[in-house]
Antibody
Framework: QVQLQASGPGLVKPSETLSLTCNVSGGSMHNYYWSWIRQPAGKGLEWIARIYTTGSTDYNPSLKSRVSMSVDTSKKQFSLHLSSVTAADTAVYYC?????????????WGQGTPVTVSS | EIVLTQSPGTLSLSPGERATLSCRASQRVAGSYLAWYQQRPGQAPRVLIYGTSSRATGIPDRFSGSGSGTDFTLTISRLEPEDFAVYYCQKYGGSLMWTFGQGTKVEIK
């Protein structure tokens, strides 16, 4: 059974770049899409970006200018980089796997890593 | 871009009652691309329904999904204590690859 573990710095200063990593265990990364989703406290879910194991990416148009993703299948991990952060980027960030058991869903999720943007 | 609007925002019900949650899309959504998630406090979301009406692995049969076009419904036939949570619909596809509704909270009355 695939499991995901997200990790990050916890606290980031405004204008800096947020970097998060998701470690994958229990299965192969190949031939799947891997996504990041965030959730501000008390609010809903926002999809940020996804990457295929070939390195092909899709980004949320509202964040595209500040977001990048990378994947390292040898380390079984993928990463999110969000530049020029502001307080509006404070949220719990989840990593997720698409299509593990079913098509067109995110059916494996990490536990989420909280990020606070503050000086 | 397609917007998903869920209603009601909050549903106050008692254990054993039936819950009916709505998700309305601003444009037609292909049935294969509509899913429902449950999120309990402090937990990550988990998929309940995919392809509008198929239950994900391990999901009890009291959860069912239906709908087509722009109107979709999640029904919980008899609420169990663990079902009080927030539910999100989600669609796949388009320039915004994944879109979530704003959520419906099912709370204990």
């Amino acid at each position: 059974q695939v499991q995901l573990q997200a990790s990050g710095p916890g606290l980031v200063k405004p204008s800096e770049t947020l970097s998060l990593t998701c470690n994958v265990s229990g299965g192969s990364m190949h031939n799947y899409y891997w996504s990041w989703i965030r959730q501000p406290a008390g609010k809903g879910l926002e999809w940020i970006a996804r990457i295929y194991t070939t390195g092909s990416t899709d980004y949320n148009p509202s964040l595209k200018s500040r977001v990048s993703m990378s994947v390292d299948t040898s380390k079984k991990q993928f990463s999110l980089h969000l530049s020029s952060v502001t307080a509006a980027d404070t949220a719990v960030y989840y990593c997720a796997m698409e299509g593990y058991s079913h098509y067109y869903v995110m059916d494996v999720w990490g536990q989420g890593t909280p990020v606070t943007v503050s000086s | 871009e397609i917007v998903l609007t869920q209603s009601p925002g909050t549903l106050s019900l008692s254990p054993g009652e039936r819950a009916t949650l709505s998700c309305r899309a601003s444009q037609r959504v292909a049935g294969s691309y509509l899913a429902w998630y449950q999120q309990r406090p402090g937990q990550a979301p988990r998929v309940l329904i995919y392809g509008t009406s198929s239950r994900a692995t391990g999901i009890p049969d009291r959860f069912s999904g239906s709908g087509s076009g722009t109107d979709f419904t999640l029904t919980i036939s008899r609420l169990e204590p663990e079902d009080f949570a927030v539910y999100y619909c989600q669609k796949y596809g388009g320039s915004l690859m994944w879109t979530f509704g704003q959520g419906t909270k099912v709370e204990i009355k």
